[in-house]
């Protein structure tokens, strides 16, 4: 019998104990979150607590896994091409690059712990290995929005303040 998982630690305590945001931010995230809805993490990236890779980093211990910082990166068309664009869309996840070496596909995503995912996406790819890692959602809805939905758009400016 495999031991259950232990209980995945929220991301405000991740945040506060790695020294990343303050309790008042914490508070603040979490109130706009209650307004506005959306993920903590986006409320605490888009209000400039945080920049993206302190988000990926704290997402990454969070998840027990690497993490992959979106913003800025230019991802190649034929990587792109090997996971489908409505698969991409519907499962929210975006191919930023493939080691040829190893033939492994590497895929960011929202929720690298989906036991169905590594799989679907597998099949998808045209049997490839992939690999998940962790992203910010913020910056894949940019780049999704931007490889997949024709947007000219960075994370950049998804961050402007009104």
Do not use: W
Not at 122 to 150: I, M, P
């Amino acid at each position: 019998m495999s031991k259950p998982k232990p209980p995945r630690r929220r991301l405000d305590e991740i945040l506060i104990e790695e020294g990343l945001v303050s309790e008042a931010d914490v508070t603040e995230a979490l109130l706009r979150q209650k307004a506005y809805g959306g993920k903590f993490g986006s409320q605490v990236l888009f209000h400039r607590h945080i920049d993206e890779a302190a988000l990926v980093r704290a997402l990454s211990i969070q998840f027990g896994c690497k993490g992959v910082v979106l913003g800025g990166r230019e991802i190649p068309d034929d990587v792109l091409r090997m996971i489908p664009r409505k698969v991409c869309l519907s499962r929210r996840v975006l191919p930023y690059a493939y080691d040829a070496d190893t033939e492994t596909l590497k895929i960011a995503c929202e929720d690298p712990g989906d036991p169905d995912l590594e799989r679907e996406l597998s099949f998808v790819a045209g049997g490839r290995k992939v690999q998940l890692y962790v992203s910010a959602e913020l910056a894949l809805n940019t780049a999704l929005a931007r490889y997949h939905l024709g947007r000219n758009v960075s994370l950049e400016d998804s961050l402007l303040l009104e």
